[in-house]
């Protein structure tokens, strides 16, 4: 903190205590060189002992004691120091609101990631339930025409894992399938010679979405050649 001696007329000495390095003394007035005094321009006879002091905002505070200006200059004082120190900030509702804003932008971005990923894993159990559907339709090439009409000699139902190489607890959805073995649903000269047959595969994603998916063939006696030629 800086200390001026200010000389008075009567030849007396003043002593005026500031932080701004900037005052000057010219023709016993005190005028500083920037606008952070708030005393412009004062005739040193009016300023008997003047202290600054640090105001909790970050401005200087000017106490003035053993003057006749003293109470017109703390009435000054104040007010500039309402205006330096007026907080400048948002509401409790504006804060609320913007709260509230963030909160559901960050609710709809995990959520997207969320459906992202069941998108992706349904995705990819669909595939794996056409591949175990196939594979039952395919096997049923294998058998005749009396295996397929025994009853009980191709399995009605069965379960497949969705990774059968994986651990046990760590092989995915468990799919369900049946085999159902009916008459054709049409009537030729043919139609005792044909059978249709749909593989059905039952699963849940998560536990907690159940899919259904089918798929229908016909088996013939003799091949499709004698009855499509």
Request: with cysteine; glycine share 6%; aromatic share 10%.
């Amino acid at each position: 903190m800086k200390l001026l001696m200010l000389q008075r007329e009567a030849g007396h000495q003043a002593m005026f205590y500031t932080p701004f390095p900037h005052l000057k003394l010219s023709k016993n007035i005190l005028r500083p060189q920037g606008p952070d005094c708030p005393v412009v321009g004062e005739p040193v006879s009016k300023l008997d002992n003047a202290l600054v002091q640090s105001h909790h905002c970050g401005q200087n505070r000017f106490t003035f004691h053993g003057s006749r200006f003293t109470r017109r200059l703390r009435v000054r004082e104040r007010l500039r120091l309402r205006r330096a120190c007026k907080q400048t900030g948002a509401t409790l509702v504006e804060v609320v609101i913007a709260a509230t804003v963030l909160a559901i932008m960050i609710a709809g971005v995990l959520n997207s990631f969320g459906y992202g990923f069941m998108a992706s894993q349904l995705a990819r159990e669909n595939q794996r339930a056409t591949q175990v559907m196939l594979e039952k339709v395919e096997t049923l090439r294998l058998y005749s025409w009396s295996q397929i009409n025994s009853n009980g000699f191709v399995p009605t139902s069965w379960t497949e894992a969705y990774d059968n190489t994986a651990v046990p607890g760590q092989q995915g959805c468990t799919y369900t399938g049946t085999v159902n073995i009916a008459s054709v649903p049409f009537t030729t000269s043919y139609s005792s010679n044909m059978r249709q047959v749909t593989v059905t595969l039952n699963w849940t994603t998560r536990g907690r979405l159940p899919h259904t998916r089918s798929i229908t063939t016909y088996v013939s006696k003799d091949g499709l050649q004698n009855y499509v030629w």
